[in-house]
């Protein structure tokens, strides 16, 4: 007889949604983190009434009614939409790529002359079919947009130029040719008041959780305390790398609390130039409409990724889909370990697109 039904590695979004429904199965679970906290990449911490998104900007945003009305029963959302804005050396855009962004670069007003401004340099590219992401971002809004927001800060946030990226990185940012700014096209956004770490904190009540303990560290004691493990942390590392390591891009984030009560009058100020080291600066406050007097902000710095790093985002270009491949197929081979989330799926997952995932995985195995 073992102590648990389940072993749930990690108490991120994915573990923490699996191990509400088990329990509310009458399965009894452990949750383990490396981490001090739980929550994973949402959690957010309170700084002088502030909730500041410890691991970068979290915007709740979704079409799928389902997935909304599930993460409605643990909080309520503001009506915040992400307007990011994006800087150039002193110049200023909106973003996404929308008729604000194309009147600020041209002068254009009307759709029709933006449309022929891009048409117009997309001919002088001469791209037939975009074969990297510099073809794709010219392809999609020119040269003139991709040398100022593009080049700059897609270098940074992937260590690569353009041309050796893939075209999906880019294809998820919309263009429009509205004056609308609204960062996403999915029909429920907003943030949760008072925070994310309230709906972790309510689907793990009553569940034992250990924190600061490591899978690996641990691993012959916890592969023998449950019946059933549900892993969420890199699958590479759960094989000991036996095809090779799979590649991650991190990010190192530098929060400071300032003594003015607005710092940059938006939540998301990108910078664009390569020469900035940093992508964004993030001003927590802006997220919940906040009104207190001081405020903290986060400049969000990308950085190469080293075994031991956190590994925020999946490299997911070919030569790395294809070694998870080889992975994925041990994965389906086993009966006792279930691979979840970011990590252990290997992709680079919104919100959204993890519940969705973790409910797929709670009805086939539960
Ligand atoms: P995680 O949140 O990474 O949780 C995994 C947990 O497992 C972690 O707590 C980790 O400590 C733990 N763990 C790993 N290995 C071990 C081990 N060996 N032993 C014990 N514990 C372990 N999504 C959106 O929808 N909107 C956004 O605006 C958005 N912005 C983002 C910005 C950034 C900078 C990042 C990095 C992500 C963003 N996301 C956003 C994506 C979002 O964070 C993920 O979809 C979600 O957090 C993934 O949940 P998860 O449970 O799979 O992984
Ligand atoms: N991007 C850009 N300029 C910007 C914002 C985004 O070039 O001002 C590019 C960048 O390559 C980024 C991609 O668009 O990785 C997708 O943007 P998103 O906001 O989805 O970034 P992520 O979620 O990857 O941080």
Known sequence: ???????????????????????????????????????????????????????????????????????????????????????????VYNMPFNMNTFHKMWGVITPQEAKEKIQKQIQEAQIDQPKNLEEQAISMVGKDI???????????????????????????????????????????????????????????????????????????????????????????????????????????????????????????VNYNEYEIPYTRIIEHKHFEYGTQPQTVITREYPTTWEKGDEPYYPMNDEKNNMLYQKYQELAHKEDKVIFGGRLGMYKYFDMHHIIAEALKCVEENL
């Open 146 to 268: 991709y040398e100022k927001l593009i080049k700059g800060y897609t270098g940074k946030q992937w260590g690569k130029p353009c041309t050796e990226l893939p075209t999906f990185i880019i294809k998820r940012l919309p263009v429009r040719f509205t004056y609308d700014n609204n960062y996403f096209n999915d029909l429920y956004q907003g943030i949760p008041i008072g925070g994310y770490t309230q709906i972790i904190e309510k689907m793990l009540d009553g569940i034992d959780v250990r924190l600061n303990c490591d899978f690996f560290d641990n691993r012959e004691e916890l592969e023998n305390i449950a019946n059933k493990i549900v892993f969420t942390g890199m699958i590479d590392q759960y094989y000991n790398y036996c095809f090779g390591e799979l590649e991650y891009r991190s990010l190192r984030f530098e929060t400071e609390l300032l003594n003015t009560d607005n710092y940059q009058g938006n939540a998301v």
């Open 1 to 91: 007889m073992k102590t648990y039904d389940y072993l749930i590695v990690g108490s991120g979004l994915f573990g923490s949604i699996f191990a509400y429904e088990a329990n509310k199965r009458g399965k009894k679970c452990l949750v383990i983190d490396k981490r001090n906290h739980i929550g994973g990449n949402i959690y957010t911490e309170e700084i002088e009434g502030i909730q500041v998104h410890k691991y970068g900007a979290h915007i709740f945003h979704t079409s799928n009614k389902l997935v909304w009305d599930y993460i409605q029963q643990f909080v309520e959302f503001n009506r915040y939409t992400n307007s990011p804005i994006a800087k150039y050396k002193d110049e």
